[in-house]
């Protein structure tokens, strides 16, 4: 495999457990036919690391004879793990290829990016950020050339998948992407938010020098604002009157805070809870308890008796019998009056899945902080924690042993908000909990004074659940406002590049005035810079229309799943390419761009799916048999989940600045 070749490892190089690996390939070249040299004398292959090369091509301009192959440390890596001598040419870097073949010219170096020919995981995705950001080791699958770059900008495309990436590819036009790679999903139907918590979710390094554990110390609490529920979320939840534009009606029956006088008494902060029995038009108020947001006072702790007869107390989970409501005259017109002193139009209501409380209530409030919300399951808004569970896992306390308590349960939403403002945003929102692990951000920005300056330009939605707390958030609500916030914050005029006279990190609307907060600037060089982005228009309209689908109508989920399997390249998409498109002409010099797409419409895919699973069981139940359940799934629905976990990962290079 190796037989004649003689391998000199360059001086200087910047080779990741340099020693570790001369130990290793001390045995295994030789074992492979091959000479290791101690001296260049003879070589016929100088292995190079990541550091620039101007020095060395001056050094071998001056010798005579021909030059020996210059490939990448990768080259050897990669021969003795595949077992196959794998060719230089592909592991040579483009730069000092060119210098070679001009003469007199001294090359400006460049960052670039080789793919080993195979598919790609998420967990190379990571590896590759953390090579190039943090020195860690080099990714098994890529051969990095080049010095480290100025800037990695990772831009996530979710609801597009494999099948699209030609449309996005031919929006580059002429900047072709260095590698394009298919791109395996970690899970079987991910949907977006899925696909993005195992990005972030990363092992939590060793302790290092300089304290260098993985983790970054909060600069300082983000305001309340920064974690608040959006209108797209609240509109996606049921919120009562809540719209996804943004504005608010109030319906039929229903009173708004809009309208509650704004008193001196009133908190700022208040936690609610309700207790619901079950009568013929549904789930009516029993109970209401309002904590104050300071120091967790009872502020309302109401009985209430339903406008309809009861049909079931529900006391199982309510806690609520017949003999508590005995006597009890109060509606939930009178508590409307008895929440004034205390719940105003500016006030923040913090609960655990607030529209069912508000829709107790019959009350239409904006400003709320919802723990269901802030602590996500990855695998999507349909999947959502239980309170619960949610006090068990972050506050090691057990709530609900039995009936629920109203005021048990506003306690512990509260204290999972301050625990979650306190922590940071990035708590709760990994794909895999414990010690172990640790958010890609919380990584990159706990190395000290040296570490990426960290730039997020997204939905507010995921700022709040991903911007660690030394990162730079900009708050954008369309792709459009994406693609100009990412040309400000590439362009060093917002997103952490310029300074707003100290303070602690928080929240920019893009085309607010003024610049986004950033932390104090560390003396020395100026960092690296890293920023992540999301192109979220496509999968924003993939969830509405799966959220609007009847499954009753078999034959519309059919139509909807075979355009979906087709893969077809629709005008969204296509915008987003061009958007895209637009991006990439703006990088910077020396900068990395990693294109992430997703599995394409695995909202879809795994709202059907799960609904052909339910199906499956319904006719188990029923006594069928299983070639008959298994027939029950209709194909359509079948050739959509076999599509689904695929995307692509592409890889753009910008060259050095001359």
């Known amino acids: 495999?190796?037989?004649?070749?003689?391998?000199?490892?360059s001086e200087g190089a910047r080779i990741p457990l340099r020693p570790a690996r001369k130990k290793l390939w001390?045995?295994?070249?030789?074992?492979?036919?091959?000479?290791?040299?101690?001296?260049?004398?003879?070589?016929?292959?100088?292995?190079?690391?990541?550091?620039?090369?101007?020095?060395i091509c001056k050094k071998l301009e001056s010798q005579a004879g021909v030059a020996p192959a210059l490939v990448h440390y990768n080259w050897l890596s990669q021969t003795l793990r595949l077992g196959c001598r794998q060719n230089e040419d592909d592991y040579a870097p483009p730069a000092l290829l060119a210098h070679r073949e001009s003469a007199g010219s001294t090359p400006v170096p460049s960052l670039s990016v080789h793919e080993v020919p195979r598919g790609t995981t998420l967990p190379d995705v990571q590896s590759l950020i953390l090579h190039l950001c943090l020195g860690s080791p080099a990714p098994r699958n890529f051969a990095i050339v080049g010095g480290p770059p100025s800037t990695v900008l990772l831009l996530c495309l979710p609801g597009v998948g494999w099948a699209q990436r030609d449309a996005v590819l031919e929006a580059l036009q002429p900047s072709t992407p260095l590698s394009v790679m298919q791109l395996h999903s970690g899970a079987r139907l991910e949907v977006p938010s899925q696909t993005l918590a195992n990005l972030v979710t990363v092992a939590r390094p060793k302790r290092g020098r300089e304290g260098e554990d993985g983790q970054v110390s909060v600069p300082g609490?983000?305001?309340?604002?920064?974690?608040?529920?959006?209108?797209?979320?609240?509109?996606?939840?049921?919120?009562?009157?809540?719209?996804?534009?943004?504005?608010?009606?109030?319906p039929e029956g229903y009173a708004s805070t809009a309208d509650f006088p704004k008193l001196p008494g009133q908190a700022s902060l208040v936690a609610v809870d309700c207790e619901m029995c079950i009568t013929a038009r549904g789930l009516e108020l029993t109970r209401v308890t309002l904590l104050h947001?300071?120091?967790?006072?009872?502020?309302?702790?109401?009985?209430?008796?339903?406008?309809?007869?009861?049909?079931?107390?529900?006391?199982?989970?309510?806690?609520?019998?017949?003999?508590?409501?005995?006597?009890?005259?109060?509606?939930?017109?009178?508590?409307?009056?008895?929440?004034?002193?205390?719940?105003?139009?500016?006030?923040?209501?913090?609960?655990?899945?607030?529209?069912?409380?508000?829709?107790?209530?019959?009350?239409?409030?904006?400003?709320?902080?919802?723990?269901?919300?802030?602590?996500?399951?990855?695998?999507?808004?349909?999947?959502?924690?239980?309170?619960?569970?949610?006090?068990?896992?972050h506050l090691r306390a057990a709530i609900q042993a039995g009936a629920h308590d109203s005021r048990e349960d506003a306690a512990a939403a509260l204290r999972l908000l301050r625990l979650k403002t306190a922590a940071g945003p990035t708590l709760g929102v990994l794909a895999r909990a414990g010690p172990a692990h640790a958010h890609l951000l919380d990584v990159?920005?706990?190395?000290?004074?040296?570490?990426?300056?960290?730039?997020?330009?997204d939905r507010p939605e995921v700022l709040a659940l991903h911007a660690a707390g030394a990162a730079?958030?900009?708050?954008?609500?369309?792709?459009?406002?994406?693609?100009?916030?990412?040309?400000?914050?590439?362009?060093?005029?917002?997103?952490?590049?310029?300074?707003?006279?100290?303070?602690?990190?928080?929240?920019?609307?893009?085309?607010?005035?003024?610049?986004?907060?950033?932390?104090?600037?560390?003396?020395g060089p100026p960092p690296q810079h890293f920023?992540?982005?999301?192109?979220?228009?496509?999968?924003?309209?993939?969830?509405?229309?799966?959220?609007?689908?009847?499954?009753?109508?078999?034959?519309g989920c059919a139509t909807a799943c075979a355009a979906a399997a087709a893969g077809g390249v629709e005008p969204l998409v296509q915008e987003t390419a061009r958007r895209v498109a637009a991006v990439v002409r703006a990088l910077?010099?020396?900068?990395?761009?990693?294109?992430?797409?997703?599995?394409?419409?695995?909202?879809?895919?795994?709202?059907?799916?799960?609904?052909?699973?339910?199906?499956?069981?319904?006719?188990?139940?029923?006594?069928?048999?299983?070639?008959?359940?298994?027939?029950?799934?209709?194909?359509?629905?079948?050739?959509?989940?076999?599509?689904?976990?695929?995307?692509?990962?592409?890889?753009l290079t910008t060259p050095n600045a001359e």
């Open 1 to 9: 495999m190796l037989a004649g070749v003689q391998v000199f490892i």
């Open 26 to 55: 001390a045995v295994n070249v030789p074992a492979a036919g091959g000479t290791l040299l101690r001296h260049q004398a003879g070589a016929t292959h100088i292995l190079l690391g990541d550091e620039p090369f101007n020095r």
């Open 221 to 250: 609490p983000r305001p309340l604002e920064f974690y608040a529920a959006t209108a797209r979320q609240m509109a996606a939840a049921g919120y009562p009157g809540c719209e996804e534009s943004g504005a608010t009606h109030v």
């Open 293 to 393: 947001g300071d120091d967790e006072r009872v502020l309302l702790d109401e009985l209430v008796v339903p406008d309809v007869p009861i049909l079931d107390y529900n006391t199982q989970y309510s806690g609520i019998t017949a003999e508590m409501l005995e006597g009890v005259t109060t509606r939930v017109a009178d508590v409307w009056h008895a929440l004034r002193p205390h719940l105003g139009p500016q006030t923040w209501l913090v609960g655990h899945t607030l529209e069912n409380d508000l829709r107790a209530l019959r009350l239409v409030h904006a400003r709320c902080l919802d723990t269901a919300l802030l602590f996500p399951r990855p695998r999507g808004p349909a999947h959502r924690p239980s309170l619960r569970h949610l006090a068990s896992q």
């Open 444 to 457: 990159l920005g706990g190395r000290g004074p040296g570490a990426p300056r960290l730039t997020l330009v």
């Open 472 to 523: 730079a958030a900009l708050a954008c609500e369309d792709d459009d406002a994406v693609v100009r916030g990412l040309n400000r914050a590439l362009a060093g005029a917002g997103g952490g590049a310029g300074d707003s006279g100290g303070g602690d990190p928080g929240v920019q609307d893009e085309g607010a005035e003024g610049n986004a907060q950033s932390t104090p600037k560390a003396r």
């Open 531 to 555: 920023v992540f982005a999301s192109l979220s228009d496509v999968a924003e309209r993939q969830e509405r229309e799966a959220r609007a689908l009847d499954f009753s109508d078999r034959e």
């Open 588 to 651: 910077p010099p020396q900068t990395l761009c990693l294109l992430l797409s997703g599995a394409g419409n695995t909202v879809l895919c795994r709202t059907l799916y799960g609904d052909s699973l339910r199906a499956r069981k319904d006719c188990q139940g029923a006594g069928l048999t299983a070639q008959r359940a298994a027939a029950a799934a209709d194909p359509a629905i079948e050739r959509l989940a076999a599509t689904a976990s695929r995307g692509f990962c592409a890889l």
